[in-house]
């Protein structure tokens, strides 16, 4: 029997819940307490708060509009049957609206799963010639004799048939392991970023807090985007972080980079919500911490990417932190 849990969605958007993430949240509130007046209150003060918050509300109704043309409006309600529910209903219809987040794991599932990981990775696909889904490795066999291996929810667009051979990082994390060749030099690019090979195997990550180049083998050098900062050459351990047109730089045992191929992730001295954020890409669904102190506890350690939920549990354990499954598309971490 699945454990009941009521979720709260805090007034203000937390470190670690993006406005998509809430707005799942508060949909699942809503239809949770359908009559609550003051839950509808802070939802509309949460709605005002950030035109995000107005965007990501409004991708939700756009969902159940395309789910409900779809033959399926047993799953969802209107948006006037959310928000704005009439007090006059009977007792026996409030209650069949009442549903417990437990009961409501078919609402998530479906707009959570629509919403979150198909909506926007619509464009990604579009624009990208090769990606990855949830857990999922692939390594591509480049026409130069170059490879590709892409983490998890990545994506890649690539060109190197010209003199310039030039591979874009749209999304998540790949390895690369080049072809040298000085005449026609190889470069990963993104939204921070340019690195160029000096033959070399090296990793590159893109999230939303810039771009990470690290060398396994060989030489790379990298610069920021629009060359506003001298351009870096590493080495083998060495690493580069470019975010907002500047480079910090770094090094590690080269063991330790791109772990992932390996299945693990090494975390040193980082916290529950920087382990989440790396697990994501193993779990599908919405992973949400909703206490923000417990977000910054520190981690550390070596965790199995194939199992994320023990990973996560072994982490939260020494904080009191707990992992609630409330559904394949929607985890939840907690104090209690």
Not at 136 to 155: N, Y
Not at 223 to 231: A, E, L, R, V
Not at 274 to 285: E, F, R, S, Y
């Amino acid at each position: 029997m699945q454990k009941s849990l009521t979720v709260t969605v805090p007034a203000k958007n937390s470190e670690t819940i993006s406005p998509k993430e809430a707005a799942s949240l508060w949909y699942i509130r809503l239809r949770e307490a359908p009559a609550d007046e003051d839950l509808k209150a802070s939802f509309k003060t949460w709605l005002r708060e950030d035109l995000k918050n107005e965007q990501a509300w409004a991708s939700i109704i756009r969902v159940t509009k395309v789910m409900q043309h779809m033959s399926q409006p047993h799953m969802l309600s209107s948006l006037n049957q959310t928000v704005f529910y009439d007090k006059k209903r009977s007792e026996k219809q409030q209650k069949t609206f009442r549903w417990t987040v437990g009961g409501a794991i078919g609402l998530v599932a479906a707009a959570s799963l629509v919403l979150v990981m198909l909506w926007p990775d619509i464009s990604v696909r579009w624009r990208a010639d090769a990606y990855t889904t949830f857990a999922e490795t692939r390594t591509l066999a480049l026409a130069d004799g170059s490879s590709i291996t892409l983490a998890p929810l990545s994506a890649v667009k690539y060109d190197v048939t010209g003199r310039h051979r030039g591979v874009t990082l749209i999304k998540g994390e790949a390895l690369f392991t080049v072809q040298h060749d000085a005449e026609r030099p190889f470069k990963v690019i993104t939204g921070d970023a340019v690195a160029t090979d000096i033959g070399t195997v090296f990793d590159v990550a893109l999230t939303s807090h810039g771009t990470t180049v690290a060398v396994l083998e060989g030489q790379s050098r990298v610069q920021t985007s629009n060359q506003s900062h001298p351009s870096v050459v590493l080495r083998v351990g060495e690493w580069a972080h470019v975010h907002a047109q500047s480079i910090n730089q770094g090094k590690e045992t080269p063991d330790n980079i791109a772990t992932w191929r390996q299945g693990s992730l090494l975390m040193e001295k980082g916290t529950v919500s920087a382990l989440v954020a790396a697990l994501k890409p193993w779990q599908p669904g919405i992973i949400v911490v909703l206490d923000q102190d417990l977000g910054r506890r520190p981690v550390s350690g070596v965790y199995n990417l194939h199992h994320p939920i023990q990973a996560l549990e072994l982490a939260l354990k020494p904080h009191g932190g707990h992992v609630h499954r409330l559904s394949r598309w929607l985890t939840v971490i907690t104090r209690s």
